[in-house]
């Protein structure tokens, strides 16, 4: 397959971990050779967390800013920042939300606003996933993002039966039955 790059970003505690854990099992389940590096710097205090998967041949797990096709960010601040790393006419979904990177809480940031993301995607062509969902727990977030990108087969090989595949060796029962009817709901919510 051709390579295709992925980034992931989200703030401490949002399990983008756990995310770029499953993605990684799912490519691996569709055949499909993977590499992936996570950074974490300060997660327990609420800083950036990101993860880096490239699908393909590849000598670096490290995606390099301005060449990525899939962009996913579990809130609005991070998903400003996640636009430096797509290419034009690339993807980016994003649960709409604000938890208030460390910056915009200290007053050195301002609170970044729907439309802005929007503006700057319009003008690079980007695709734009908008993910909103009530959900009876905040951490399946990453489920929500996870169900947007299956049902929109923004992985090329990768199907909804290697995600659950995925979230089933990763999860214990109690945890994956809950997340799965999260994303078999959002699958069927076409």
């Not at 995606?63 to 430096?84: F, K, Q, S, T, Y």
């Not at 089933?168 to 809950?178: F, K, S, W």
Request: hydrophobic letters at 40%; proline letters at 4%.
């Amino acid at each position: 397959m051709k390579k295709f790059d992925i980034f992931l970003i989200g703030v401490g505690g949002q399990g983008i971990g756990l995310l770029s854990e499953v993605l990684i099992r799912a490519i691996d389940y569709s055949g499909q050779k993977c590499i992936g590096v996570d950074t974490h710097g300060l997660a327990q205090r609420g800083g950036i967390v990101s993860s880096h998967i490239r699908i393909g041949e590849a000598n670096s797990p490290l995606v390099i800013p301005g060449d990525v096709d899939l962009a996913l960010a579990l809130e609005r601040h991070e998903a400003a920042r996640a636009l430096n790393y797509l290419k034009d006419g690339c993807t980016l979904v994003y649960y709409n939300t604000s938890w208030q990177p460390l910056p915009v809480r200290l007053g050195k940031e301002g609170e970044i606003k729907e439309e802005e993301i929007e503006n700057v995607a319009n003008t690079r062509g980007i695709k734009v996933y908008k993910v909103k969902y009530d959900l009876p727990d905040a951490r399946m977030q990453n489920i929500a993002l996870l169900g947007v990108v299956a049902r929109n087969n923004l992985i090329p090989g990768v199907e909804p039966k290697h995600y659950l595949m995925a979230m089933e060796d990763l999860m214990n029962e109690r945890i994956y039955t809950a997340n799965k009817e999260i994303f078999e709901r959002i699958l069927e919510a076409i």
